[in-house]
């Protein structure tokens, strides 16, 4: 258990009344304890050894539980990563810092300087040692007041392995540091091995484009949190107009029902209560990735102060964290979805009728409730792009920007929600397929050359190309599976190629892979080397399990596929396929097996290419493009 020590309430814990160690949340009511404390208090709690069963009681609220295996469920509780934030925080604020040289020798004595050079703190007695040392007499050493003013830094500049000895070499194979002797035995077969003096002369270079990427992610944290504590907002006027709406309801309706009433606002409290929470953690994830990275823009922002070995270290370190952060926010920013609360009021209670079973139920609106095997589509709007005459693939952009290509006058279009054409850009060869990536960014592929383009949509929506790949034969399909680019390129003899790249273009490695045709074909990942990809010219969908065999597989071949092209999955994992000639698109599962045409005989479906399904605004939409149209379907719920 945790010292006792003056902390805000809301880091103890309600048991032992001391800061939270590991804390965990209880399911329902959420109130939160110690790891520990909870599990000795259900311990406490058995109502029958022998069978293993628990009754116990929330010990804030007296919410009653009913579980099995005390121990294991416990070790599934979340955790709660608010109070985890909010207690380093406090230690942050209450430590004093001592020296690090007494610290080692598991003594404690408060810091009076900081050595720059040995990157330490020092007492009164190590600060004379340390000016008297033949090693360290010329380091300049300042006062502790002084540092502390400053950013909270500490880089060790001595090697893990050999503590003795300093670092001086850089191993850009491994990306780490390490001392000669670490470079001659362990680095000494590495391509890429420069001195840190070397490394640290120009770093200063990269700070502000770092600091741009990661002032961009404060602000894209700033928007969520707004868009999300609006949305909280919101919710609670829906919830008091919906609680209004059953007051004055079951105020017609006589006492017998009045059980049923309190019942519902049970339920509606309840549901608004879970939902807020849901709401909540959503803006304390953000709330999170943004304090992670305001520690780093500071240490930029003070990178005078550095030591220039100690500053590419720490441009090292914030590199990796500015990747993790900018995946980590667009993650949250694909998977939260607006909800809102909604009531169903029974017909019966409608017509006062005795015998009616409920008053009402509560109902979280959001994309969930589809079921993409039996939803039926509909046709929510059909978008000409100007200019085009065929249009041949389509992606949805960070959920509200829609990309497509014409590849018989070589443009690319942005377009809005609302199918309104915001910018386009000409093209160095003939375009067909997209994907699209992080960041606002998206791939091209394009023959005549062989080239794939990667693209960036800047805030004033115009294009921008970032990078072309020349590659020898034509580019046709691609995807993106996690952070895998996907090409399929055309081989000269039977099948196709497939190539693997990052997502900074850099060549990762291919496969050829038989039969099938590149031709006019689109692909889909279904894992990192397991792939769906459409035969033009034979009307078949193929597999292939490349860490298996490079052969492909038939998944599907059938008189209602005709010269099937584009192919995509749903957020389920169902593999939709657009075919050219029959003009329809056919359904399967995650596993290939045929489900339905989900779109057939639609007099507004002509020769489709491409085809996503994807988040687009508010819901999951089906984009499909038709020579120069895009058609956008909705799923009814």
Avoid at 28 to 57: E, G, M, P
Avoid at 79 to 86: E, M, Q
Avoid at 436 to 449: E, G, H, I, S
Wanted: aromatic share 8%; hydrophobic share 35%; glycine share 4%.
């Amino acid at each position: 258990m945790a010292t006792k020590t003056s902390v805000n309430d809301l880091i103890v814990c309600p048991i032992c009344y001391e800061i939270f160690q590991d804390p965990k949340s209880l399911p329902q009511c959420l109130h939160t304890f110690c790891k520990s404390c909870i599990k000795s208090y259900i311990s406490s709690s058995v109502t029958d050894n022998s069978l293993k069963k628990t009754d116990f009681h929330c010990p804030v609220c007296r919410k009653c539980y009913h579980v099995t295996n005390p121990e294991e469920w416990v070790d599934t509780l979340p955790h709660n990563h608010l109070i985890v934030s909010l207690t380093d925080q406090e230690k942050m604020e209450n430590r004093e810092p001592s020296c690090d040289i007494c610290n080692r020798q598991d003594k404690s004595q408060p810091a009076i300087s900081w050595c720059p050079e040995c990157c330490e703190n020092l007492c009164e007695s190590c600060v004379t040692f340390h000016q008297y040392s033949r090693l360290t007499m010329e380091h300049k050493v300042c006062n502790i007041a002084e540092q502390t003013q400053k950013i909270n830094l500490s880089v060790d500049l001595f090697c893990k392995q050999h503590t003795s000895r300093r670092l001086e070499v850089y191993c850009f194979d491994h990306e780490e540091p390490c001392c000669l002797m670490c470079a001659t035995i362990s680095h000494r077969k590495c391509e890429k091995v420069n001195s840190l003096e070397d490394c640290a002369q120009n770093c200063n270079a990269d700070i502000p484009n770092i600091c741009s990427e990661m002032e961009d992610i404060q602000k894209a944290c700033d928007t969520e949190i707004t868009r999300v504590t609006g949305d909280m907002k919101s919710l609670e006027k829906e919830s008091t107009n919906i609680e209004q709406r059953v007051k004055t309801m079951a105020d017609e309706i006589i006492t017998a029902v009045r059980d049923k009433e309190q019942i519902l606002l049970d339920n509606l409290k309840k549901a608004g209560e879970e939902q807020s929470m849901l709401l909540q953690n959503v803006v304390d994830e953000f709330l999170e990735v943004k304090k992670k990275i305001e520690h780093d823009v500071q240490i930029l922002k003070n990178s005078q102060d550095l030591h220039k070995i100690a500053l590419f270290l720490e441009l090292k370190r914030i590199g990796k964290t500015v990747s993790e952060a900018q995946v980590g926010v667009i993650k949250l920013q694909k998977e939260y979805k607006t909800s809102t609360l909604d009531v169903h009021i029974d017909e019966t209670v409608n017509k006062f009728h005795s015998s009616f079973d409920t008053f009402g139920k509560i109902k979280i609106k959001g994309q969930n409730e589809v079921n993409y095997q039996s939803g039926q589509l509909v046709l929510e709007k059909s978008v000409t792009v100007e200019g085009s005459s065929r249009l041949t693939d389509v992606d949805v952009i960070d959920g509200r920007y829609l990309v497509t290509t014409c590849d018989r006058i070589k443009l690319v279009y942005i377009l809005d929600e609302n199918g309104i054409q915001l910018s386009s850009l000409n093209l160095n060869g003939t375009p067909w397929g997209i994907a699209a990536l992080q960041n606002a960014t998206f791939c091209v592929t394009m023959r005549n050359p062989g080239l794939i383009g990667f693209f960036k949509i800047h805030e004033n929506h115009l294009i921008s190309r970032e990078k072309e790949l020349k590659i020898s034969q034509n580019a046709w399909g691609i995807c993106v599976y996690e952070n895998i680019i996907v090409v399929s390129m055309e081989n000269k003899l039977n099948g196709q190629v497939f190539r693997f790249y990052d997502q900074e273009g850099n060549y990762c490695e291919e496969y050829t892979i038989s039969p099938g045709s590149s031709l006019y074909g689109g692909v889909i990942a279904t894992s990192k080397k397991s792939l769906l990809f459409t035969h033009h010219h034979e009307h078949f969908l193929f597999s292939v399990d490349m860490n298996v065999s490079k052969t492909a597989s038939t998944v599907y071949k059938g008189d209602n596929m005709k010269y099937p092209i584009g192919v995509t999955r749903d957020p389920n994992g169902n593999v939709y396929v657009a075919c050219f000639e029959s003009n329809n698109v056919l359904q399967f599962d995650e596993n290939g097996k045929f489900i339905r045409e989900i779109i057939k005989a639609d007099p507004a479906v002509k020769n489709p290419f491409g085809i996503r399904v994807k988040g687009f605004g508010d819901d999951v939409k089906l984009i499909l493009t038709t020579q120069e149209k895009l058609l956008v379907y909705y799923f009814v719920k």
